[in-house]
Every structure is written in C-alpha cells, then in structure tokens.
C-alpha cells in the first residue's frame, strides 16, 4: 500500500512519465520537464465522468490557452481506476482527447503520481513555477459545474502573480469536485 504524500505550496512538483492518450498534443510518452513550459506549468487531475470536470471543460480549455499563450505548459493526468469506471478507460481517455482536448492527457494507470501529489479531486490544479516549485494548488473557481455561478478565478488570479512576478497572493484553496475514484 502506498500512503499519499501532500503536496502544498513550497513543495516541489513529483516528475512522472506517463502515456499520453492525446496523440494531437505532445509526445507518447510525457515527463514533468516534457510538459514544463517556459514560465511554469500546469498539471491538473481530471476523468471523464465527473459533473464537475465535464460542466469546466469550456473553461479547462480557455486556461490551457491561456498557458500556451503565456509559456506555460499544460496537462491533464487521469488516474481513476478504470476497471470500476469504464468511462474513464484508456480507450475512453482517447475519443475524449479526440473530442478536440488541446492539451496532453496522461494516464496515471498505477495511481502513484495521484498519490505522490496527494490530489483528492477532479479538477484539481498544480500551479509550478519553471524550477518545479508549486505556487498554487486548488480550484479554477468557486463553481465548476455552472460557470454562470463562479464568483472567483482563483487560478486565472494565481497564473497572472505567477507572470508579474508576483507572490501568489492565494496559494491554496479546496478544491470542489469528485473525488479521485482510487483502484480496490
């Protein structure tokens, strides 16, 4: 058994190397430095299935602009267990990544990047500075499932700090979401 690690703010980033199931954005294959962008990166947990993830989407993908457009690197990490949730299988991570997915989706088959991150929720967001330094983990906002509710853009506020060279002046939030669906 593994036993979760927490990573907070003023933590450094866990790397990995796991398969990328978007064959239109990055390698096969993908590390933190492959994902690493000029000004940072963010790593965010995600699935197929949760309300919230699905009702963010439009949203997740304006942020992955946005990154692109500001040298930071993006990418999605599914690690629910897919024997107990089909819809987040290999084959399933695929036809959504083919849906029009701009970023690289990787596959936490073993859940050991989940759990060395000590990620609860999808979505959940990693905000890193270029030298793996975690400046912000949480929300995208109050209201992921109805963006019409949101009265905050916690990571949109991180990732403008994080530019202007800024402290991130809200480094932490709970994130709101499904749970990480972890392998029996």
Known sequence: MHI???????????DFSLPNA?????????????????NGAIVFFTCN?????????PRIEKI???????GIGFAGINSNDPVNYESDSWENMVKRADRGMSYPYL???????????????????YLLRPDGEVVYRGR?????????????????DA????????????????????????KA
């Open 4 to 14: 979760a690690q927490s990573v907070e703010p003023g933590s450094r980033a866990p």
């Open 159 to 182: 990732i403008a700090d994080l530019l202007s060279g800024n402290i991130v002046s809200l480094p932490r939030t709970e994130s709101i979401g499904c749970s990480v669906k972890w």
């Open 49 to 57: 299935h949760c309300p919230y993830v699905v009702g963010s989407e």
């Open 140 to 156: 995208m906002d109050d209201s992921p499932r109805d963006p019409s509710h949101a009265t905050t853009s916690e990571l949109e």
């Open 107 to 125: 596959h936490d088959a073993s859940r050991e990047v989940a759990l060395s991150y000590g990620a609860e929720r999808t979505p959940e967001f």
């Open 22 to 38: 978007n064959s239109n954005s990055g390698n096969g294959n993908m590390t933190l430095s492959d994902v690493m962008g000029e």
């Open 64 to 70: 992955a602009d946005l990154s692109r457009k500001e």
